[in-house]
């Protein structure tokens, strides 16, 4: 049994290091003058330069690849649908407009179910693009620019089931909507719009939409008692309480800073300005959630929210937990 295991995990290993192999030659092939690099660059000024959206094609492996191309290029803001290379002489064609740009995907070139999609793009001045390791094929050939994928071994023992091929159209695909949402100055705010559900969508609420306000935000006077402090943190419930002198913010005591207190011999009679943090964590209203998650910790559960010199909210490790941001 432990000789299988390690058989199995020898076998893995290879596979990651021949797929590694085939991601550093595409780095390489990026990085050259000319080549790669300059078609990509074509490429990021064409589709954004299209009215339209990028038409992303392919069959078998390529297809599964490029339908996740579509939905990460959808994702980050670009307009994008994927098209069945089998079913575009079917009707489906009808999905490529004026204004498009066609993403084909082949690692040999030569899949037969694309020449309708060629022969579409090509009549009715659609820009093709190719990705292919055969830029002499007939898709490298026809396609007004060509992302020629560099030669590399597949993971598979016979060399035949796609595996490190695949791996480089994706990644190439992955580069090729980063480019394009780096480009058009896409924000964490712009994401949100299009990923509402599920945790990601949590993390990217915005602070002052979960922050606690008013009333409920826990405050004391740094020249009160502890004993006032530890009501008015008792009563809020959230670990901690803000410490203002003046109505300016000039420290916060927490659980911690309690019990630190406690082990170096406490008095209720202490002030508060004796005992508090003077330097708060804070956040702004506007941050994201995923900002807040960052910040909040098993040490510090609760954060104070200030816009301008003014504490305006709290918001708690469980306010996070509640909307499914953890």
Request: glycine share 10%.
């Amino acid at each position: 049994m432990i000789h299988e295991q390690a058989s199995v995990v020898l076998s893995a290993l290879r596979t990651l290091d021949t797929e590694r192999r085939g991601l550093d030659a595409l780095e390489a092939a990026m990085g050259k003058t000319g080549g790669l690099g300059a078609a990509f660059s074509r490429t990021v000024e064409t589709i954004a330069a299209a009215s339209g959206r990028i038409i992303v094609t392919g069959m078998g492996k390529s297809g599964h690849v490029a339908r996740k191309i579509a939905a990460t290029l959808a994702s980050t803001g670009q307009p994008a649908s994927f098209l069945h290379a089998a079913e575009a002489s079917h009707g489906d064609l009808g999905m490529v407009q004026n204004g498009d740009v066609v993403l084909a995907l082949s690692w040999s070139g030569e899949t037969v179910e694309l020449a309708a999609i060629v022969t579409f793009a090509k009549r009715y001045a659609i820009p093709l693009i190719a990705m292919t390791a055969s830029p002499d094929s007939a898709l490298g050939r026809e396609a007004d620019i060509c992302l020629t994928l560099p030669a590399a071994d597949e993971a598979c023992p016979n060399g035949l089931a796609p595996t490190t091929s695949t791996t480089m159209q994706l990644a190439l695909g992955d580069a090729l909507a980063i480019a394009l949402l780096e480009s058009r100055g896409f924000t964490a705010r712009d994401f949100q719009a299009l990923h509402p559900g599920g945790k990601l969508g949590a993390k990217l609420q915005h602070v002052h939409d979960v922050m606690h306000t008013g009333e409920r935000i826990p405050r004391i006077s740094a020249r009160a008692r502890m004993a006032e402090a530890i009501v008015e943190m008792s009563s809020k419930g959230f670990g901690c309480v803000a410490a203002f002198d003046a109505g300016k913010l000039v420290g916060i005591v927490t659980d911690g800073d309690l019990r630190r207190c406690l082990k170096a011999g406490f008095s209720l009679e202490t002030p508060v300005a004796d005992v508090m943090t003077r330097k708060p964590r804070t956040i702004a209203p506007d941050a994201l959630v995923a900002e807040a998650l960052e910040s909040i910790s098993h040490k510090i559960s609760a954060l104070l929210v200030v816009e301008g010199e003014q504490v305006v909210g709290i918001v708690h490790f469980h306010d996070l937990m509640r909307i499914g941001a953890v």
